[in-house]
């Protein structure tokens, strides 16, 4: 049993914040007069300086011996183990076949130390953070924690395509030369998509609006208090759009990898035999682009909870095809997409009686919603926990009912309102028992 322990650089991580304010105020206090001379801080600036070097100091030095002595984790055959606390001790224990993912995050701080944070998901009540190992052994025990769920049960899922659809490279091609991610997002793609995002436009329209009006109205206060909210918000998409830096999709034995970020980076591990639901949106501004992003639910093995990845912040509609495909092989969305809501369902769902598409079949359930913004949901039947029948007074007036499909820890739920009563009924049916067929 090989124990291994925290980077013994953790706290220095963790007291990063403080660190940069301890360089700020010092690099404040500094003052040069007319001759070039550094002028003295005062008394009282220099005493602070030592307070906050001295509150550094023992953060980054006792609270680093006492957080790197006091936590240990270790593997065995069949379970991840971890014992941490110096007043009150805890170990947890997580079994290989319960692990739904491991995601590597390297905060900017972090990196500049070298290090980066592991997170192992296994449910919401049991995960794990590991703050903080050097980024080798971090990559290390990621791909150790994977090995090892894979040994330990977890079957492979084909990634081959038919139709004459993109279908992701095999390991035989990958082999052969440098290994490639099956969608890499540049930075540039994904500063114009925030750009045309539509709720941040929508709120600087509505303050620019605002701030004409209480200019004209001569109220110089409530000016400046909404041209610093203003500031803020602009200053905050801005952020967004230059951290934003790249995102990758890779495929890796029965998984599905996301690599994103600039300054804090991040890499997240999916199993592809857990997903259970999949989101597609495309909001208004992203059409003439052809633009869409994808997020996907994993189920915990054995919870009723889940981790919901943004696969796809932005992609293309071939780079989406290609990650569906990826992830669900059989998966023919539009082939799915074959019926609508009866005449009548438009007095009650003016929206979705009009633009509302739905079907399933033996392995999906999915659906096309949004006048404005396009939605889709997709849904396996092999993670199907229940599928519900729902009629209010008013739509029990128009022969309506609606379903529901729901699963253990969805994206949201996929609901198909104002359906004509036999078709609800046959639906149900079809549906509970698919689902019983094929449930693993």
């Given at each position: 049993?090989?124990?291994?322990?925290?980077?013994?650089?953790?706290?220095?991580?963790?007291?990063?914040?403080?660190?940069?304010?301890?360089?700020?105020?010092?690099?404040?206090?500094?003052?040069?007069?007319?001759?070039?001379?550094?002028?003295?801080?005062?008394?009282?600036?220099?005493?602070?300086?030592?307070?906050?070097?001295?509150?550094?100091?023992?953060?980054?030095?006792?609270?680093?011996?006492?957080?790197?002595?006091?936590?240990?984790?270790?593997?065995?055959?069949?379970?991840?183990?971890?014992?941490?606390?110096?007043?009150?001790?805890?170990?947890?224990?997580?079994p290989f076949r319960r692990v739904d993912g491991v995601q590597v995050t390297r905060p900017?701080?972090?990196?500049?130390?070298?290090?980066?944070?592991?997170?192992?998901?296994?449910?919401e009540d049991a995960s794990i953070e590991l703050s903080y190992l050097s980024h080798s052994r971090a990559v290390d025990l990621q791909e150790r924690l994977t090995a090892l769920r894979q040994a330990d049960g977890a079957p492979v899922v084909a990634l081959d395509g038919s139709d004459g659809e993109a279908v992701p490279e095999q390991p035989g091609e990958a082999q052969q030369g440098e290994a490639q991610p099956l969608v890499a997002i540049g930075s540039k793609r994904l500063g114009r998509s925030q750009l045309r995002s539509f709720t941040p436009a929508t709120g600087l329209v509505a303050a620019g609006i605002a701030l004409i009006v209480i200019s004209a109205s001569n109220r110089p206060a409530l000016f400046l208090v909404l041209a610093l909210v203003v500031v803020g918000a602009v200053a905050g998409w801005i952020w967004n759009i230059v951290q934003a830096g790249r995102a990758e999709v890779w495929v890796e034995d029965d998984r599905l990898v996301v690599k994103k970020g600039r300054f804090d980076l991040a890499s997240q591990s999916v199993p592809l035999r857990r997903i259970e639901q999949a989101a597609i949106s495309q909001p208004r501004l992203w059409r003439k682009p052809g633009w869409y992003s994808?997020?996907?639910?994993?189920?915990?093995?054995?919870?009723?909870?889940?981790?919901?990845?943004?696969?796809?912040?932005?992609?293309?509609?071939?780079?989406?095809?290609?990650?569906?495909?990826?992830?669900?092989?059989?998966?023919?969305?539009?082939?799915?997409?074959?019926r609508r809501l009866p005449e009548r369902a438009k007095r009650r769902y003016p929206f979705d009686g009009r633009r509302l598409l739905w079907g399933y079949n033996d392995q999906f359930a999915a659906l096309r919603r949004g006048w404005f913004s396009h939605n889709w949901e997709i849904v396996s039947l092999a993670r199907l926990q229940s599928v519900d029948l729902d009629a209010g007074p008013i739509v029990r007036r128009l022969r309506l009912t609606s379903l529901n499909l729901r699963v253990p820890a969805g994206i949201g739920l996929a609901y198909v309102p104002g359906l004509d009563r036999a078709e609800a009924l046959a639906a149900f049916e079809d549906l509970a028992r698919v689902a019983a067929k094929v449930r693993p």
């Open positions: 049993m090989n124990i291994e322990r925290l980077h013994p650089l953790t706290a220095a991580a963790r007291g990063g914040v403080l660190f940069l304010l301890l360089l700020w105020r010092a690099f404040r206090s500094i003052e040069v007069t007319e001759d070039g001379a550094l002028e003295i801080p005062e008394r009282g600036e220099l005493i602070f300086m030592v307070v906050l070097a001295v509150l550094y100091l023992v953060v980054t030095v006792v609270g680093g011996i006492l957080v790197v002595r006091n936590t240990r984790f270790w593997l065995t055959e069949d379970a991840f183990h971890l014992e941490h606390g110096w007043v009150t001790r805890e170990a947890q224990v997580i900017f701080f972090a990196r500049l130390l070298g290090l980066a944070k592991v997170r192992i998901d296994a449910g994808l997020s996907v639910t994993a189920v915990g093995a054995g919870e009723e909870s889940g981790d919901t990845t943004e696969v796809l912040p932005v992609a293309s509609e071939a780079e989406l095809l290609l990650v569906l495909n990826a992830i669900w092989p059989e998966l023919r969305i539009e082939a799915l997409l074959t």
